[in-house]
């Protein structure tokens, strides 16, 4: 995995980059639960919506690792 990202000379973060793409799609996650009713499955709402972004996270971190490696 890759340290830092170079953004026009300004050193970001992998992780940062990684949350920054995590977050929309554990946004979309999200309604999409909603709409089908799922949540009423779930038995604590935040605490299953930050699990979902932190599984996301470790998605798209591990496909990046693969991809730029």
């Known amino acids: ?3 830092e990202i170079d953004l026009h000379g300004v050193f970001v973060p992998a992780l940062l980059a990684w949350a920054a793409l995590a977050l929309p799609a554990n946004a979309l996650l999200r309604r999409l639960l909603q709409r089908f009713g799922l949540y009423r ?3 604590h709402r935040p ?3 930050l699990a979902t972004f932190v599984i996301l996270l470790g998605v ?3 496909l990046a690792n693969r991809i730029l490696a």
């Open 60 to 62: 798209i971190a591990a």
């Open 41 to 43: 499955l779930v038995w």
């Open 47 to 49: 605490l299953f919506d």
């Open 1 to 3: 995995m890759i340290g």
